[in-house]
């Protein structure tokens, strides 16, 4: 989702490793094998059949046999196959006023990473408060403390994140340059 976030890689090898071919195999195996085995004394059959998917979901996430997205979906399609939840109560839970929060929160934070307004905003906080990490700082919770009067604490702090890492990088750039004019001077 953020560049910064991201592990990112340039290409991606259509090749599957063995550590996703074993877990893509394993998931669904431990699952049945979940499945089959007796219940624990005191555990329902819906919730050994949730411990079961959870225990797929765990294996796929490790190993990343599939997209982070599609192991996150995969509860949608199998509690309502299994009988656990309908469809509608599963979606409901995709659908709940926090994830919808986070959603909007971080389509807020892509958006103004891909207008390039964080360093902008980064840039003009350096150039107000001075270079020195105090004022940085200080620019930086001034900042923060005028944008949450007007937008929620967490919106805020996510705002904030890509404004900092910038200004990290650059400030590294401006020290890496500075030693390296120091020691071809020499």
């Known amino acids: 989702m953020l560049a910064w976030m991201q592990n990112s890689r340039p290409f991606r090898s259509t090749e599957v490793s063995k550590t996703k071919l074993i877990g ?3 998931g669904p195996v431990l699952f049945f094998i979940f499945l089959v085995s007796p219940a624990p004394e005191g555990l329902p059959d819906q919730g050994k059949l949730v411990a079961g998917i959870t225990l797929w979901l765990v294996v796929w996430w490790v190993t990343e046999a599939v997209s982070i997205y599609v192991t996150a979906l995969l509860p949608l399609a199998l509690f309502p196959i299994t009988g656990v939840l309908s469809l509608r109560a599963v979606g409901a839970e995709y659908m709940s ?12 934070v892509l958006a103004l990473e891909k207008s390039g307004l964080q360093r902008k905003i980064a840039f003009g906080i350096i150039s107000i408060f001075g270079y020195s990490p105090k004022r940085i700082i200080l620019g930086f919770m001034i900042c923060t403390a005028l944008i949450s009067t007007v937008i929620m604490s967490t919106t805020v702090a996510i705002l904030i994140i890509p404004m900092v890492f910038t200004t990290y990088t650059s ?4 020290e890496r340059s500075k030693w390296m004019k120091r020691s071809s001077g020499r």
């Not at 006023?97 to 807020?108: E, S």
């Open 24 to 26: 893509l195999i394993l």
């Open 97 to 108: 006023p926090i994830i919808i929060l986070l959603l909007g929160m971080f389509l807020v």
């Open 171 to 174: 400030q590294v750039k401006l």
